[in-house]
């Protein structure tokens, strides 16, 4: 079972930044060198069909989960819980919502890389 020591954490968080940063500039160039093909292809998509706002990084904290490994295939959880802020005297709000994806990623000895991710679960239900 994959271990979430400080070295996988700090992997993990990498490969979320550069999904992210793919994501809010519509440039896959970004990301190609650490998805599957496949993942490249739904990516494209979901960048045109399905924006998304992911707030500074200052305001997200990221909590992994692994789920169960198949082969060189591991499933995680990823809950982002986003910080309130403060809008005023008396006012407070999220930044944005909180939400839980499903990752999968393929490990090999040379590289680690996304084969899918997907959203499972959000405060709008």
Known sequence: ???LNQQTLTRLEELDALYIKAFESKALNIIKDYAE???LYLMARL???CPRYFADARYRENKWEVIREEGN????HKSCIYQVIRLGLVRKTK???DY???WTIRILPEK???KNI???DDASG
């Not at 295939?73 to 995680?76: A, M, N, P, R, Y």
């Open 118 to 120: 997907r959203r499972i």
């Open 73 to 76: 295939d591991v499933i995680l």
């Open 95 to 97: 930044i944005s919502t």
């Open 37 to 39: 093909p496949s993942f």
């Open 100 to 102: 839980t994806e499903e």
């Open 47 to 49: 960048i045109i069909t």
């Open 1 to 3: 079972m994959l271990e």
């Open 112 to 114: 680690w890389s996304i």
